[in-house]
Nanobody, 124 residues
Framework: QVQVVESGGGVVQPGGSLRLSCAAS????????IGWFRQVPGKEREAIGC????????YYTTSVKDRFTISKDNAKNTVFLQMNGLKPEDTAVYYC?????????????????WGQGTQVTVSS
């Protein structure tokens, strides 16, 4: 059974940093496309970025440019989302998702397995 688990969320002051982790059982993450998304209540899920076996991340949200970085550690079977310079508008539930086809896309419907999400709150 596939399980996808995000961790690392929390409350942080504006300008602070968090690193989210995405771990999966039943999958070797290095073989697939792993996407990061976020969602605010009442709004559509927003694609942040994705990393596949090329190890070069794609970013889909201009608002996170130069602040967020996606990386992975194949030995730990974990994908990370490093978030720096956090702003109140980054407050959301953050999700990682696995696409069982090794091609990144911003379309959430293309991803097959989702974690439960982790809350990130940026507030002073």
């Amino acid at each position: 059974q596939v399980q996808v688990v995000e961790s690392g969320g929390g409350v942080v002051q504006p300008g602070g940093s968090l690193r989210l982790s995405c771990a999966a059982s039943g999958f070797t993450l290095g073989y697939y496309a792993i996407g990061w998304f976020r969602q605010v209540p009442g709004k559509e899920r927003e694609a942040i970025g994705c990393i596949s076996d090329t190890d070069t991340p794609n970013y889909y949200t201009t608002s996170v440019k130069d602040r967020f970085t996606i990386s992975k550690d194949n030995a730990k079977n974990t994908v990370f989302l490093q978030m720096n310079g956090l702003k109140p508008e980054d407050t959301a539930v953050y999700y990682c998702a696995i696409r069982t086809y090794d091609l990144c896309t911003a379309y959430a419907g293309a991803y097959d397995h989702w974690g439960q999400g982790t809350q990130v709150t940026v507030s002073s």
